[in-house]
């Protein structure tokens, strides 16, 4: 993606930052939309359909987070929430909503461009050499189509998780420290907390395990990472 020619649709009923960061990306050449409520940002995301969605949490008529997992169930839009709430507990509804970063107000506009290239140099397309669906027993991972199924029903994961299943289901035995995890799925130096990777660890084990809390496909190395170990079929 040429991220100076990425589309982002900026989202916060505060017209003084609004219109503060439209300005900013329009002078950084993205093309950039705005929208101040739920309604009309849910709006603009079916006709504009950007690259990535500024959000700020607290809206006069929606949940940021509940926005996100919408705008997230039908595409693989990159989501970055702003937003007042800075507290760990507050970041997690974020992340486990499917957002990919998170940005405190108030903030430096340095800061949000770098957010926002960091994000945009992400990939969630596949090579060639990557399309091949992983089959391991009764779990199947289709990097096309961004699917995960067991025994042929559809598992819903948020963008982020898929992309850190797929990575660890496609280097199978690998042990992976939490900081390598962020700088492979993540893609870039991720300046917040790494135990943002325990929180979608567990919330795909939650999805894909039989027991969550004796989980047999992505395994815990103690003081070290992770690592996805199960025999595959066929690979």
């Given at each position: 993606?040429?991220?100076?020619?990425?589309?982002?649709?900026?989202?916060?009923?505060?017209?003084?930052?609004?219109?503060?960061?439209?300005?900013?990306?329009?002078?950084?050449?993205?093309?950039?939309?705005?929208?101040?409520?739920?309604?009309?940002?849910?709006?603009?995301?079916?006709?504009?359909?950007?690259?990535?969605?500024?959000?700020?949490?607290?809206?006069?008529?929606?949940?940021?987070?509940?926005?996100?997992?919408?705008?997230?169930?039908?595409?693989?839009?990159?989501?970055?929430?702003?937003t007042s709430r800075g507290d760990a507990a507050d970041k997690k509804e974020g992340f486990l909503k499917g957002a990919d970063d998170y940005l405190t107000k108030p903030f430096d506009l340095q800061e949000l461009e770098y957010r926002v290239k960091a994000i945009l140099k992400r990939q969630r397309t596949v090579t060639s050499s990557e399309k091949?669906?992983?089959?391991?027993?009764?779990?199947?991972?289709?990097?096309?189509?961004?699917?995960?199924?067991?025994?042929?029903?559809?598992?819903?994961?948020?963008?982020?998780?898929?992309?850190?299943?797929?990575?660890?289901?496609?280097?199978?035995?690998?042990?992976?420290?939490?900081?390598?995890?962020?700088?492979?799925?993540?893609?870039?130096?991720?300046?917040?907390?790494?135990?943002?990777?325990?929180?979608?660890?567990?919330?795909?084990?939650?999805?894909?395990?039989?027991?969550?809390?004796?989980?047999?496909?992505?395994?815990?190395?103690?003081?070290?990472?992770?690592?996805?170990?199960?025999?595959?079929?066929?690979?």
């Amino acid at each position: 993606m040429q991220t100076a020619s990425a589309k982002i649709l900026v989202v916060d009923d505060d017209p003084a930052i609004r219109n503060l960061i439209f300005r900013f990306l329009n002078q950084k050449k993205y093309q950039v939309e705005a929208a101040e409520t739920g309604e009309s940002a849910l709006r603009m995301f079916e006709q504009f359909n950007p690259d990535l969605v500024i959000l700020d949490v607290n809206l006069p008529d929606a949940l940021g987070y509940n926005l996100c997992e919408e705008m997230q169930s039908t595409t693989d839009v990159f989501i970055l929430m702003l937003t007042s709430r800075g507290d760990a507990a507050d970041k997690k509804e974020g992340f486990l909503k499917g957002a990919d970063d998170y940005l405190t107000k108030p903030f430096d506009l340095q800061e949000l461009e770098y957010r926002v290239k960091a994000i945009l140099k992400r990939q969630r397309t596949v090579t060639s050499s990557e399309k091949q669906p992983l089959t391991f027993k009764n779990l199947v991972i289709d990097p096309v189509r961004r699917e995960v199924k067991i025994k042929e029903c559809l598992i819903a994961l948020t963008a982020l998780e898929f992309d850190l299943l797929h990575f660890l289901a496609t280097r199978p035995g690998r042990v992976w420290r939490r900081e390598e995890l962020i700088q492979n799925v993540w893609d870039y130096e991720y300046v917040g907390d790494q135990r943002v990777v325990d929180v979608h660890i567990g919330q795909i084990r939650k999805k894909i395990e039989l027991d969550a809390s004796e989980p047999s496909l992505i395994q815990t190395v103690r003081g070290v990472g992770y690592k996805f170990e199960v025999a595959a079929e066929n690979n």
